[in-house]
């Protein structure tokens, strides 16, 4: 419905957001979730066998990418993730620990 009718909605789901960035609020309904849960092997047998795939509004997620890219990636510079390795393309368990070994522990007690 959003995408057949995004011109009619537009200008009120702007109003709900600019009204959400303002209060530092967000509808109570974006903040509810659907989870699914999905085998991690064929034949599950417990609760431990099953991974919750959650499903968050459609809207919540468009909100959180606007503040992400208005907000918290131009507030962090470069050098804030210099020793940060997950989540990053180059990023990996091995690039820390070839980090670790070549320059030491970050931190020094």
């Known amino acids: 419905m959003i995408n057949q009718c995004s011109y009619e909605l537009s200008s ?43 499903v968050t509004p459609i809207l919540c997620r468009v909100a959180e990418k606007i503040v992400v890219r208005q907000w918290l990636k131009p507030a962090i510079t470069a050098d804030m993730l210099a020793d940060q390795f997950g989540f990053r393309p180059t990023g990996s368990t091995t690039s820390a620990l070839v980090h670790f070994m070549h320059h030491g522990p970050l931190f020094i007690n």
């Open 12 to 54: 009120i789901v702007a109003t709900i957001f600019n009204k959400s960035f303002q209060t530092g609020t967000v509808p109570v309904d974006w903040l509810t979730a659907v989870f699914t849960p999905v085998p991690k092997i064929p034949h599950p047998t417990g609760l431990t066998d099953y991974r919750p795939i959650s």
